[in-house]
């Protein structure tokens, strides 16, 4: 007896498939829309619905699905020393991303699985270093918008910027001590 599919599914595609597509599209095109991964994939838009709820849910799994390369080291050591680790880590993974970095401009982040964890570790480790409460939030939002932010600085130029990758990365680390630093002191 062949597996029961629900409505709108169609054999071979899987959520991976919907977000893979999704992510060539932004990559191509810089946008993506439900139809153009339909059409990519040879289905009619409503098969996507299966899979992703809508637009955002689509756009949000690509981007959580990129956090899932960040490093995010657990409890111990030197909570500074971790948090730069994180962000240094995120930073590197935009980078290595550029296409995306859009994206996550335009939803302020990412809020999926991925994402949460990455809070999580980030909140745990702000609060080995003092920071809770209000201003652990506070801090993690100013360190993902320092992290995306420079990394939309950062992109692919034109080849005319007065500083090259390596510089701007030194400048990022350099940055990221100091907001650091000013984050424990405070």
Known sequence: MPPTRGPG?????????VLDAATDLIAERGAVTMRAVAQRLG??????????????????GVLDRVLAQVD???GGG???AAL???MSSTHEVLLRHPQLVPAFLARQGSRGPNAQHL?????????????TGDAAREALRVLIVYAIGFAA???????????????????FERGLDWLLAGIAGR
């Open 72 to 74: 995010a080291p657990r």
């Open 119 to 131: 809070g999580v570790v980030t909140l745990e480790h702000l609060a080995a270093a003092g920071v």
């Open 78 to 80: 030197n909570p500074l």
């Open 153 to 171: 600085f950062d992109g692919d130029g034109d080849g005319e910027r007065p500083l090259t990758g390596d510089e701007l990365r030194g400048s």
């Open 9 to 17: 599914e169609r054999a071979g595609l899987t959520r991976d498939l």
């Open 84 to 86: 730069h680790r994180i």
């Open 43 to 60: 289905v009619a838009p409503n098969a996507l619905y299966s899979h992703v709820a809508d637009k955002t849910e689509l756009v949000d």
